[in-house]
Structure formats: structure tokens, C-alpha cells
């Protein structure tokens, strides 16, 4: 199983910018995916993820990120809006499956997102 993620860059303050991961290496639910990022120095944070069918934000990022997902694709996206500098960070995709003995993670590689003021 491998994660690819994609679409981070350097943008300015108040722009947008849209994240994508996709799972391959088998067909995954993707309710089952999100998204984490880790400052630097910093530890990595929940950012936004799939819980019980809706989408979950952390306070930090909520009614600006939108967590969104294409089944048939295996791919989560995350369509960050209103950029602060503040969200600087490694943006990873992760993906967990639970089975009897436990839960899994998978993580991507992290793509880097740079807003400057």
C-alpha cells in the first residue's frame, strides 16, 4: 500500500490551495482517510478526517479546509481556503484500516505547504 500525496506549494496569505492523496496498491474505503501536518518543531496534528460518515476539522482549520473524497479514485482531497501563515506545515495523508489485532496506519510521504505573509 502506498500513499501518494500531491498539490503543496508556496502561496501567499489568503490564497488557496488543494491537496490530493491516493491509495494504491489496493481498493480502500476511503472513509478511512485524512489528512495530519507537522510544523516545524512541532508534533504532527490532526488536520481533517472522515468520522462516521461526516468530515471532522480540527478547530484551527475549520470553515476554511474541506476534506473531500472520490471513491473510485481512492483519493481524499483537502481544499484549503484563506491561507494563514500559521498553516506552514508537512501536509501528510494518512490512511488506517482496524482489524482484530488492532489498527493500522498508513502515511504518505507529505507534501509541503508554505503560506508567507
Known amino acids: 500500500v502506498q500513499l501518494q500525496a500531491s498539490g503543496g506549494g508556496l502561496v501567499q496569505s489568503g490564497d488557496s490551495l488543494r491537496l490530493s492523496c491516493t491509495v494504491s496498491?489496493?481498493?480502500?474505503?476511503?472513509?478511512?482517510m485524512g489528512w495530519f501536518r507537522q510544523a516545524p518543531g512541532e508534533e504532527r496534528v490532526f488536520v481533517a478526517a472522515?468520522?462516521?460518515?461526516?468530515?471532522a476539522y480540527s478547530d484551527s482549520v475549520k470553515g476554511r479546509f474541506t476534506i473531500s473524497r472520490d471513491n473510485a479514485k481512492n483519493t481524499v482531497y483537502l481544499q484549503m481556503n484563506s491561507l494563514k501563515p500559521e498553516d506552514t506545515a508537512v501536509y501528510y495523508c494518512?490512511?488506517?484500516?482496524?482489524?482484530?489485532?488492532?489498527?493500522?496506519?498508513?502515511w504518505g510521504q507529505g507534501t509541503l505547504v508554505t503560506v508567507s505573509s
Open positions: 496498491g489496493r481498493t480502500v474505503s476511503t472513509t478511512t
Open positions: 494518512n490512511w488506517y484500516r482496524v482489524t482484530m489485532t488492532g489498527r493500522y496506519d498508513y
Open positions: 472522515w468520522s462516521g460518515g461526516n468530515p
